[in-house]
């Protein structure tokens, strides 16, 4: 079955390291998404990317880096710059970059950082 | 202002009540509009899409307000599989869409 997978799903890292989520589609999608959420915040766009090997920043992208090297991967590195990094971190999809909900917008299971 | 606002609750119903939320948003070009519902520590999921004339789907109502700049949900005859948070989703500007902070509702029994 297609879909959006996350992995850890589960990850501690202590202050000062860097860690790299991982999110893989095998939708054939153009476009993905990274969001971070916060308690008692809603979904917070970090980057997004519309194409291989372009991507653009979010609305709180310091401290975070991407690559998007192919079509079906779209790693987030949660660098040390990032003073507050622990949150719940969300990978989604969309077959054409601007196409949402209603264009098969998909979501993974997610990553819980915490630092330690 | 931010792009959307969402009462955060929580809403306590007990079950077969009927609860509505409200959601606002700041671009008045916005096109599309979704709910999505999200379960503790789960990743949101689409629960409907909202339409101009509004729509229905089963229990649930969704209605667009266009003039005033909100969308509703709905819910009738609550069942306690129906706690969780409900998300309020609108497009934007440049291809992006955003997500209202949730609203948390509980049913009880």
């Known amino acids: 079955d297609g879909g959006i997978t996350q992995s850890p799903k589960y990850l501690f890292r202590k202050e000062g390291q860097n860690v790299t989520l991982s999110c893989e589609q095998n939708?054939?999608?153009?476009?993905m998404y990274w969001y971070r959420q916060d308690p008692g915040q809603g979904l917070r766009l970090i980057y997004y990317?519309?194409?291989?090997?372009?991507?653009q920043k979010g609305d709180i992208a310091e401290g975070y880096s991407v690559s998007r090297e192919k079509k079906e991967s779209f790693p987030l590195t949660v660098t040390s710059a990032q003073k507050n990094p622990t949150a719940f971190y969300l990978c989604?999809?969309?077959?054409?970059?601007?196409?949402?909900?209603?264009?098969?917008?998909?979501f993974g299971s997610g990553t819980r950082l915490t630092v330690v | 202002r931010k792009e959307v606002e969402q009462d955060p609750g929580p809403f306590n119903v007990p079950e077969g009540a009927t609860v509505a939320f409200n959601c606002t948003y700041s671009?008045?070009?916005?096109?599309?509009f979704f709910w999505y519902r999200q379960d503790c520590r789960k990743e949101p999921k689409l629960l409907m899409s909202?339409?101009?004339s509004g729509n229905e789907d089963g229990r649930f109502t969704a209605q667009l307000n266009r003039a005033s700049q909100y969308i509703s949900l709905l819910i009738r005859d609550s069942k306690l599989s129906d706690s969780a948070t409900y998300l309020c989703?609108?497009?934007?500007?440049?291809?992006?869409?955003?997500f209202g902070t949730g609203t948390s509702l509980t049913v009880i029994p």
């Open positions: 989604a999809s969309s077959i054409k970059p601007g196409q949402g909900p209603n264009y098969g917008y998909t």
């Open positions: 939708l054939n999608h153009d476009a």
């Open positions: 990317s519309q194409i291989v090997n372009d991507f």
């Open positions: 671009n008045s070009a916005s096109q599309s």
């Open positions: 909202v339409y101009s």
């Open positions: 989703v609108v497009n934007g500007a440049g291809n992006q869409f955003y």
